[in-house]
């Protein structure tokens, strides 16, 4: 073994050897989004002792793996095949296995296969145990310097639908929310969304390409500067991108719960309460449970 993966592993047996590890667990890893050295310690002693790795992609699993030293039995549990594969990991963990599970980089369940298999083993009254490490939304979110206040820091809203009106009303919400969105994107499609976002006019995002890779890039910029810094260098239409999008200005954020409480008032004229509230945040793309207090104060007055 190369020394330095026997340090790592020494410094990793120090740090975590100590702690408890139940039997007949999953533990829920976070790898690196492309920087090896971000591995934790806790996570390089976990891979080593469990019985065998749950992972998204094994072949790439595998290298990962093999770069820290590590070789361990696999199995393939991605999104095609998650429900079915769920049934073979809860059986090694009702034998008193522990189960490790990676996603291909970064946190599983956010964005990437996971969630469903965390379901599977809850369901049978088996123990998922999350150890956390790198994430590329909470990467970028903190050095995108989002204003602090009451009410969501940001949202995570991940990929847009590829197309058609399912895009053009997330789109719609999106424009309208008045809270910082996190978006993903893929580089294929980076810019059709570049595109879409540059009707935002000034509204502000952060750009982050290639998250600590080493040609990794982060730009805050307004909407609709993006499309002309994606072509100012071919570069930047490579790799992975973590988006974003900074909270409405606070004139525009009223001016759109203004108009959010007009369109609720009429569908209060026709519809009940939840219906009018979940069809206004439809519309106006503003949170449908303060719609629906809002809606409830409304219904209120009237009556008086």
Known sequence: MNPSFQSALTAAEAAAGGQHYPAGALYVVATPVGNLADITLRALHLLGLVDAVACEDTRHTAALLQAYGLHRPLL????????????????????????????????????????????????????????????????????????????????????????????????QRLAQQPHACVLLEAPHRIEALARDLASFGERRLTVGRELTKQFEEIATLCCDAWPAWLAADAHRHKGEFALVLHPLPKSEAADGQAEAHRVLALLL???????????????????????????????GENRG
């Open 76 to 171: 393939a549990v991605h999104q095609h095949n998650e429900a079915e594969a769920a049934e073979a990991v809860t059986e090694r963990l009702q034998r008193g296995e522990r189960v490790a599970y990676v996603s291909d980089a970064g946190t599983p369940g956010i964005s990437d296969p996971g969630a469903r298999l965390c379901a599977a083993v809850q369901a049978q009254g088996l123990r998922c145990i999350p150890l956390p490490g790198a994430s590329s939304l909470t990467a970028l979110v903190s050095v995108a310097g989002l204003p602090e206040g009451p009410g969501p820091a940001f949202e995570f809203t991940g990929f847009l639908p590829p197309k058609g009106g399912e895009r053009e009303r997330a789109l």
């Open 269 to 299: 004229a026709e519809l009940p309460v939840k219906t009018a509230a979940r069809l206004c945040a439809d519309i106006t793309g503003q949170p449908k449970n303060a719609l629906y207090q809002a809606a409830l104060a409304l219904k």
